[in-house]
């Protein structure tokens, strides 16, 4: 059965960069993933998909500061040049043959 | 792109029903697998289910099986989700998430559910 695992939380410095982990429960180490990014009080936002290769493609007006790559069963959202605006919940969601499921996301504090 | 409206808040009362709507426009209604997702106050996504309009196929979260039916009105372009059984723990923002094979997922507005006695 696949699981999706987060950290609950996360936190970096303005200007700098940061790389937030999706894991993937053993067996499903080839499963692409989605990230969506929840902004206090607001609807979730889908950022991009990220395979298993590490490419990934990112939805309309994502900036470039966002990216996504994978490394055997982990999959990653950096973000660089850390802004503000950028603190917000990040999910991680995977699916397995005909079910969707999220990661319990990670929380990410910019400092 | 698609829009998405979805239908007003509701209140109801424990072991009741209640229906929500999704209405999309913008897009090929069939080319979309529309999701529904809940997030509970303070709480993370959940994942309910999902349904293919062109085939009229649905999927379910095992914990919502016989409790939660997704259909879809396509003269209408409309999806709805009804769930049975209404406890307190169903108080939640309802998402409808329509999925594109190509662009990924669009979130809708969300729909308010409070369950109170």
């Known amino acids: 059965q696949l699981v999706v695992t987060q950290s609950p939380s996360a936190s970096a410095s303005l200007g700098a960069s940061i790389k937030l982990t999706c894991t993937l429960s053993s067996g499903h180490s080839t499963h692409a993933i989605a990230w969506h990014q929840q902004l206090p009080q607001q609807v979730p936002r889908f950022l991009m998909k990220?395979?298993?290769?590490?490419?990934?493609a990112k939805g309309v007006g994502i900036p470039d500061r966002f990216s996504g790559s994978s490394s055997g069963a982990e999959r990653y959202l950096i973000i660089s040049s850390l802004q503000s605006e950028d603190e917000a919940a990040y999910y991680c969601?995977?699916?397995?043959?005909?079910?969707?499921?999220f990661g319990g996301g990670t929380k990410l504090t910019v400092l | 792109q698609v829009q998405l409206v979805q239908s007003g808040a509701e209140v109801k009362k424990p072991g009741s029903s209640v229906k929500v709507s999704c209405k999309a426009s913008?897009?090929?209604?069939?080319?979309?697998?529309f999701n529904w997702v809940r997030q509970a106050p303070g709480q993370g996504l959940e994942w309910m289910g999902h349904?293919?309009?062109?085939?009229?196929?649905?999927d379910y979260a095992q914990r919502f099986k016989g409790r939660v039916t997704i259909t879809v009105d396509r003269s209408t372009d409309t999806a709805y989700i009804q769930m049975s059984g209404l406890t307190s723990d169903d108080t939640a923002v309802y998402y409808c998430?329509?999925?594109?094979?190509?662009?990924?997922?669009?979130w809708g507005p969300g729909t308010l559910v409070t369950v109170s006695s």
């Open positions: 913008g897009g090929t209604f069939v080319s979309y697998v």
């Open positions: 998430v329509p999925e594109d094979a190509d662009y990924g997922y669009y």
């Open positions: 990220v395979n298993s290769d590490g490419s990934h």
């Open positions: 969601q995977a699916w397995d043959t005909d079910i969707r499921i």
């Open positions: 349904i293919v309009p062109f085939f009229g196929a649905t």
